[in-house]
């Protein structure tokens, strides 16, 4: 058997175990140009018939690597046209985003790329391997894990699929040599500026060195925890609905196994928009044998009370909100965070911004704003009818729908004579809305904060 069919047929053995297709859908594939994409798109492409299945492509330009960037959007344009798929193309400014949402640029950089995969439709195919599968578990060792993290990367989630999880790199540069397929390489792969690179440079190969077979061994581990995982998950969330109260409180808390505690500990720390790690569970757990309080995250402390675990974050002041007149540049209601704003009045720009959706930005028809414009802080009783939308809202509640606890008290907000216009990470009013080809002139707002965190050393 030929590597192109053993490849193909590997791939397509491991999406009928897995039951990852649907005869008759659609299925958009992640296309970076790079080798595993790339391998992907070939196969997902080439089983097309055998499943029924709609092909097309989606490829993210993140604008990170300048002319080398271009490159990769211009080979997978050139790719995609000769293999007759249809591509759809994304550039984000990963750096201002990260500028203006904070984490280091690898998560922005996924963050943006999954933006742009939502907006496709049908499943969305991601080109992760079993050799990114060991990476993944290797990170998470290091940062500290439990059961559910030792299931590395999921085989689905929600409209994603990953058909190439069975596969190892070394099996899909091999596929591609066979059949004479080229791809682009990212040369901040070279680099151990990264996490990631450092683990497949350095450790990878020891691993690699004791069991040739790791990524294969280590994904099949992973097979097999994912069903303790989501037996463990079923009972750890009736546990969790049982015992949670509003707004953020595990009630009768010494009445749940350790086990199950802990994961509904997590699952509180995610409620309240706070990443859980082993630390912060392993500090949680001492209050809850020694009394006290703990310092979890930015300004929220965890403590137990009755028998009950609670996190709070100090009371926000919004009786007086910060009020200034807003004016066009940059100016600041809260230290350390620059609130820019700037007028577009040409038409091509104005349509450009308006077509691109750039989520970076917020986008206003400035001259449908009644009379001057006020940044402010939040202020009780805040409403807004958003775009999109035929009716009001309470922004306290989508905040708290939406909004980490730890960043809800120093939110932007803008207001005319006639009320809320924008609400920062919340949206903006319908009433000031852009349309392509009918703003004359376009209020583009960001919000930079300066003490964002760094890429992790």
């Known amino acids: 058997m030929n590597i192109k069919n053993k490849f193909i047929t590997g791939m397509e053995r491991f999406i009928d175990d897995e039951q990852l297709l649907t005869e008759g859908g659609k299925v958009c594939c992640g296309l970076s140009g790079g080798a595993d994409s790339v391998a992907l798109l070939i196969g997902i492409l080439g089983l097309s018939r055998r499943f029924g299945i709609e092909v097309s492509a989606v490829h993210v330009n993140h604008c990170l690597r300048g002319t080398e960037s271009d490159r990769d959007e211009r080979f997978c344009r050139e790719l995609c046209e000769r293999l007759g798929v249809p591509l759809h193309v994304h550039r984000y400014d990963v750096k201002a985003y990260r500028e203006s949402h904070g984490g280091s640029l690898e998560t922005a950089a996924r963050e943006c790329r999954y933006a742009a995969f939502e907006k496709e439709e049908g499943l969305i195919a991601t080109a992760h391997t079993a050799s990114d599968n060991l990476e993944t578990i290797i990170q998470r060792l290091a940062r500290g894990t439990g059961l559910h993290g030792l299931c590395g990367i999921p085989v689905k989630r929600d409209r994603f699929i990953r058909p190439l999880l069975f ?3 070394q099996d899909v540069e091999e596929f591609l040599s066979e059949n004479g397929q080229d791809f682009v390489t990212d040369s901040s792969n070279n680099s151990d500026d990264y996490t990631r690179n450092r683990i497949r440079h350095n450790i990878v190969p020891f691993l690699k060195e004791m069991n040739p077979s790791v990524e294969r061994t280590v994904f099949s581990m992973c097979r097999s925890l994912r069903n303790d995982d989501a037996f463990f998950e079923k009972e750890c969330t009736a546990a969790f609905r049982e015992h949670f109260r509003e707004p953020f409180c595990i009630k009768d808390i010494s009445d749940i196994p350790k086990a199950v505690r802990v994961r509904c500990e997590s699952m509180l720390l995610e409620k309240c928009g706070i990443s859980a790690d082993s630390r912060k569970l392993n500090d949680i757990e001492k209050i809850l044998e020694k009394g006290g309080r703990c310092h979890i995250s930015g300004d929220v402390d965890c403590f137990v009370s009755k028998n009950e675990l609670v996190l709070r974050k100090k009371t926000e002041k919004l009786n007086e909100p910060l009020c200034i007149p807003m004016k066009i540049g940059s100016q600041s209601v809260f230290p350390g965070i620059s609130f820019n704003t700037h007028l577009v009045t040409k038409k091509n720009e104005i349509n450009e911004y308006i077509i691109n959706e750039n989520f970076t930005n917020c986008l206003l028809d400035y001259d449908k704003i009644k009379g001057c414009i006020i940044l402010r802080s939040r202020k009780p009783g805040d409403r807004i ?20 606890l730890s960043e809800r008290s120093e939110l932007h907000f803008l207001e005319d004579e006639e009320g809320t216009i924008f609400a920062e990470k919340i949206g903006i009013a319908e009433r000031v809305r852009p349309i392509a080809n009918e703003t004359e002139r376009l209020l583009v707002v960001s919000v930079i904060r300066d003490d964002t965190v760094q890429p992790q050393a």
Do not use: M, S, Y
């Open 167 to 169: 596969a190892t790199r």
């Open 385 to 404: 009818k958003l775009a999109g939308r035929d009716f009001t809202v309470l922004i306290k509640k989508r905040i708290q729908e939406v909004v980490p």
